[in-house]
Each structure stands twice: as C-alpha cells, then as structure tokens.
C-alpha cells in the first residue's frame, strides 16, 4: 500500500499540469461548497464536459478533489450566516451559528477545518487500505431493512435537539417528516399532498427548505431584533479552539469517523446522513444534552468530522463495484465514461495507477483543507463585520439565487420564503429547526428504504428482526425514545 | 479465473458491438442546412427531466455535444428533476414555442399519456425530432448464483419459493417494468415480489450484494457488471435474440406471448414551433445522432445492439404502439385510466 501511495503521489506531484487541476479542485471545490444554492455539483456540472479533454486520472482527481474540499466548504457559511452551503452541512449550523452569535466564530470554524481535515484523512486511509473488502461486506450486510433501522435510530437520538422542551423537539421532527411526504411516494409513485400542482409532485427539495428554515429565518429574526431595539451584531471571534479543547474532544472525532465512514459505504445514501448521524451519534453520548442546539463545540466538531469520513468511504463502492454514494459520485461514474473506463473491479486491475492518483490526491485534498482553510478563515471571520442592513440583503439574493438555480423552478423560491416564515414563527414558540430539518431530509431516506425494505421482509415486520444489525438498530432506537419519554414526563423537563 | 472469463466475454461483446457500429450508416444524407432566417441565432435551451448522471442527462450531453460539434450551436441543458419526468414536462409546455427550446424525455411520457389523456401525448402534442436510443429489457442473476442458472431453473426455483422470492426493478405504479413484470408473471404463473429501487446504485448493489434474487434492467445500464462478469443476463425481452446475447433465450422462446415493451428516449419540440424552424432542428438532431461523438457513446451504452434510430414519422409510430400497448395492459390490470 504504501509504496502504491507514493508512485500515487508522485505521478501526481511529478507533472505541473495535473498539480494545476489539483490545487483548481481544491480551491473550486472550497468556492463552489461555501456558496449556498451553487454547490460542488454546480462546479462538477459545468467540468463534466472539459474533463473529456484531460488523461482519465486527472479527470477523475479532479471530481474526487472537489467532492472532499466541496464537502467542507459549506460548513463556513454554515457558521457564519447559517446558511449551510449544502445539506451535508446543515448539522454544523445547529451549533456553529449559535457559536457565531456568543462571538465564538473563530473557535467554531476553527474546529470546522481541522475537523473535516481529519476525517477526510481518516477516510482517505481507510479507503486505500480496504476497499475491496469493505464495498463486499457493505452490499451483503446493508439493505434497505438496516438502512431504515439506522435512519429510525439517528431519528430517536437527535429528535430532542434544539427544541425549547423534549415535546417540542420531537413535534418539530414530526413535522418534518409530514413535509418529506409532500410529492411521489418513493415506490409506487402515487402523489400525495400536491394538492393539483405538478411541480410539488418532485416534493419539497431539501436546498429551498434548509436555505428558508435556516437562512431566511434568520434574518427575519435579526431584522426583528433591530426593529425593536434588540439587535446586537455577532462579535468576531479570532479565538481557534486550544489543544486541549480539541483534545477533550478526541471520542467525538473518534465516534463520527466510524459513522461518517459507516454512512459513506453505503451506495446511495453519502455524506447527508452521515452528518446527521455523527452529530446524533454526539447527542446521544453527551451528558449536556441540552447545550446542543445552543451552540455547542462538539456538535461542530462531530458533523464536519463525519461528513469529510463519508467522502473517501463513499468512493469505496463506486470504485470496487460501481456504486456511486450521491450525486457528485455519480457524475464521477460519466467521467470514467468518456475515458471508455467503467468503475469497478476491474479498474482495479486495468488501471492501477489512475487508481492511486485518485487515492493520493483525497489524502493530499483533505490536508489541503487544513493548510488552505486555516490561512482563509483569518481572512472570511471578518465578513461578520459587515453591517446587518447590507449583509441581510446580500444573504437573502444569495439564498434565492441558490434556491432557484438548483432546478430552475420558481417554486422552490417559495418554498424557501415559506419555510423561512415558518422557521421564524416556530422559533418565536420554542419549536427545533433543526428536528424539521432532521425530519425533513432523513424521513425521505427513512420512508423510502422502509418501503423497500418492508417489500423484501414481505410486509411482515418481525422478519426485520431476523436480521442482526437491523435488529440492533432498531432496538437501540427504541430504547432512546423510551428514555426520551420518560425524561419527558420528569418534573425537569415539564418546567422548561 | 472469474476476472479472466469476464474480460473475454467484455472483449467478445466489444467485437460484437464494434461490429454493429462500423456497419452503421447515417440516414439523413445532407451533411449541412442552411439555418432558416439565421435561426439559431442564440444557444438552444434543452430542458430534461430527470438529473444529469443518469441515463437521460447522459444521453442529453451526449446528444447536445453531438449537435454543437455538428452546427456550431450551443445547447444549455435546464435539468428539472422530479414527479417521473412530470415536472419537466410541464416546465417544457410552458416554455415559448419559438424553437429556441427542445426538451429531451423518455417513455414514461408515454406511459403516462396512457394512464390520463389531459398529459401530453409526445406523438400528437409534441413534435419528435429523433428517438435516438431504443433498447429492451433483461432479466439478470449473479454469476457465482448457485440456486439457478437459467430462466427456466429460475422460474422453478421461484414457484417453489411460495412468493418469497424478490426481484429488483422500477416497479412504480404503471411503469415499464410493472407492466412487463406482469406479463412475465401472467404467462409463468410464478409469483415473485418487486422490489422498486429508482436509484441504479442501490438497485444494482442490492443484486450484487443478494439483497434480492434477480434484476430486471436494460442492458446498457448495467454493461459494466457485465464486463466484470458480476451479473449474466438469463432472459431477453424482445422478439429476437441480439447478436451480443445469442446464449440468452428471448420471453417468446420462453413460451411468453406478449409484444415487448421497449425502453427509448428521444428528443422533441413544440408542436407550435415555425416550420421551418422544426425541420432545421430535426436535421441537426437526426444528423448529430450520426456523429462520431454520439456513436461512440451509443456503443458504450449497448444502444446500437438494436436498431436505436427513429426519424419523425418512426418515432410517432412507436410511441404511437406503446401508448396503445399500456393503455390496453392498464384496463385489464383495472387501473383508472382517463
């Protein structure tokens, strides 16, 4: 392996040109991962043609070096403005804004980069240590049955975040996953909820409503702070996060490496609920609950850490068998295409060297993050200085630009002013953002993988139990809700 | 030895479609047109409705890059997933008429017309331009399987299963794969459950990794699990048996009687554009299915195993007959058809 990683590295240092692409994926993808609406895919759409032109290992760098640098990028905007630059990136908002707000901006994007430099790291090696193996023991023991115990889980862990009161939580959960219903069910393809317009048959789409419920909320909320009075400007933080907080963190970082890998593997599901699950996962383990959602460092630390992991975990699939993890890895499989390549096993045997380029260039791209992401967040904290009757203007052109641009379709420009109403009045009453956000985005993966899966079990849903990890997922999640309940009904919790 | 035996039968299958690319000839014989009043004088706007690493937005860049390197003309492609197709093509309808707008589309267009008439009928309400892929349906297992190895020990090994038995498909309401599901299981008497993945990931993972027992695909969309000799075909829906799958036994060969429904995705304007402007596009797309470019990537994708070219008139006749097709399967399956 290692010796593979240095001809990798060098093949890929060794040419200035394929340096070029490399250090353009790195910033590109950083760019193109902080604008809201216009993500990584945005970038990778538009060089998905040129990369016809290039050797198929600088092609296929160059996707893999956005999909790591990309994936990290979001989180900026995520803290600074709650805007998050992509849904992998929603989780760091619940806590890196709030960080923002008590003037810890610094700390919080801070870990950000070394977090997402770390499990991109992580990530990387694992990957060039086991992806056969892994990708073969990953599509014979996950099925949609486990998918969904894995989605029920995170659901049970994380519904409670946020919410001004455990009920209040888990409402806001539910009301997320009352929206991930709205449009076709995910297997027989029946509308529901379209109430007649054809549009809203594709659903909610998650940019809009994560970019209204975060974004546009939140300016509502501040323009309503400084029409009374109340405003006060987010202080800039220069603060990093000391050695030592980071090293209190070491079990986190730990945990949300093996989630966000165990995410990534899995065909079709990517670096999303791997956020949601590492910072689930953070919930759970904590014994301050409560602090998360208020701006907590380890919720920062736990999602930007498992959304890097699923990058290089989500390549195991498409590289061994062919299986793109999302969206950006897919578009990936079009750029093997047009070098006549398919991925699979037997990229491995046909072309070895393209495959360690692609390996070395993750690992060096997610050290990028480190180097680049420290040297630029100097610089970008300094943006908070920009005064509130500017800055609220240029977020709310931004965030409709990116709403509108994903699908070109005026109705997710209503969709994310909708949701930002709602945010705004559900904020003002103590309900979670978050939990509709988590219900939102898992209850669509949730639904259509219990659908599926209750199709293989032949709807009976004790066959579930015949299945080890399903069986253990779902029990673990049943045990945190029967906990949940009862913290409910505690004196404590009722006098919230 | 697997590995070896896979890229053999990937060389053979390689010669086998390589032969049918170099006795391809183009049918439209003029190499240019003059554009009719300057028209195009901007990029075209190509809408599709579905995302742009699928099958559909493959064949789109590949088309546009066909047609640009053929005219000059840039194509922009609006992406507008969502709804099986339906929220593209309403965002299509709504566009203006003026030719400057094309939309890219596959059967569900069809099947969908055929559920509810108040949907475009892409034959009538649209003007085809080319149908450029047309391909037909395969059922697949793993080649290590050990409980089965051909269509008929599989179809045994279902009926004995008691309908436990699972496959992986797009089984949504009305869908290709629904509706020739049905014929199958109508003609075996075998009862196997659907499982409906729309993703291809999951669903080509959920074989490989036997989630399921079978997969009912077209052969372009899983070639590379062919070439690795990870999935063998045990059954071709279609009339005959193409060169590539002589080994593969046709449904008809299988004692199924019934017409197969095939998979095509094809390109269309406004059926209100100017004339003139409609036979300019359909020489540039008729003509950019000719180009090298495109070829190339038909090859790849299985598509020139058939005959995958459909000029104007060809391409209402087959949507024509499939609309009839489902339109007959969906009354006798007691589906609401409007």
Known sequence: MVENFLAGTSALFGDPFTVAIFVFGVVGGMLFGAIPGVSMLTLAAILLPFTADLEPAQGVMLFAVIYCTGTYGGAITAILFNIPGAPENAPTAFDGYPMTRKGQSGKAVGAAVLCSAIGGVASALVMMAATEPLANWAIRNIGPPEIFALVFFGLAVASSVGGRTIWKGWMSVLLGLLIATIGQDPVGGINRYNFGFTDLAAGIAFVPAILGFFAVSEIFVQAEKKATGQFDAPKVGMSFPTVLELWMHKFAVLRSILVGFFCGILPGIGATLAAFMGYGEAVRWSKNKEEFGKGKLEGVISSETANNAATGAAMIPLLALGLPGGALTAMMVAVFQMHDLEPGPLVFYNSPDLIWIVFAAMFYANLSILFIGLIETKTILYLLKIPFQFLAPLILLLATIGAYISRGLVLDVMVMFGAGILGFLLRRTGYSIPGIVLGLILGKIGEQNFAQGMQMVHYDLGTYFSRPICSILIVAGALTLAAGIYRAFSPASNSA | ?338
Request: net charge negative; hydrophobic share 40%.
């Open chain 2, 1 to 338: 030895m697997n590995k070896l035996l896979g890229i053999g039968v990937a060389a053979t299958m390689m010669m086998a479609v390589g032969g049918t690319a170099n006795a391809f000839e183009c049918k439209v014989t003029e190499a240019s047109m003059d554009k009719p009043g300057g028209f195009p004088e901007r990029a075209l706007t190509m809408v599709v409705p579905y995302g742009p690493a699928g099958g559909s937005g493959q064949v789109a860049a590949a088309m546009a890059e066909g047609v640009t390197g053929l005219t000059g003309v840039a194509i922009n492609r609006d992406h507008k997933p969502g709804g099986s197709g339906t929220v593209g093509m309403t965002a299509y309808m709504t566009s203006p008429a003026d030719g400057y707008n094309v939309l890219e589309h596959i059967d569900d267009a069809s099947s969908a017309h055929a559920l509810d008439s108040s949907r475009p009928n892409p034959a009538v309400d649209l003007i085809p331009l080319v149908v450029s892929q047309v391909t037909f349906s395969q059922i697949y297992i793993r080649t290590n399987e050990t409980r089965y190895d051909d269509w008929n020990s599989f179809v045994a090994w279902v009926k004995a299963q008691g309908g436990k038995a699972t496959i992986a498909n797009v089984s949504k309401e009305g869908s290709m794969e629904r509706v020739t599901m049905k014929f199958i299981t109508d003609a075996t008497g075998m009862e196997i459950q659907q499982i409906s993945f729309d993703k291809g990931a999951p669903r080509y993972g959920a074989l490989l990794g036997g989630q399921v027992d079978a997969l009912f695909e077209q052969p372009g969309d899983v070639r590379k699990f062919l070439d690795a000799d990870n999935f063998k075909p045990i059954l071709t829906i279609f009339d005959e048996r193409p060169s590539v799958f002589a080994d593969v036994p046709t449904h008809r060969e299988m004692g199924m009687d019934f017409d197969p429904l095939l998979r095509f995705r094809g390109f269309y304007v406004h059926k209100d554009a100017p004339a003139d402007r409609v036979k300019w596009l359909q020489w540039a797309f008729q003509r950019g299915y000719c180009q090298d470019s495109y070829q190339a990537f038909n090859d790849s994708k299985f598509m020139n195993v058939i005959d995958s070219y459909r000029d104007t008139a060809g391409a209402r006749e087959l949507i024509a007959r499939s609309i009839d097709q489902y339109r007959d399967v969906y009354k006798s399956m007691g589906m609401d058809v409007k």
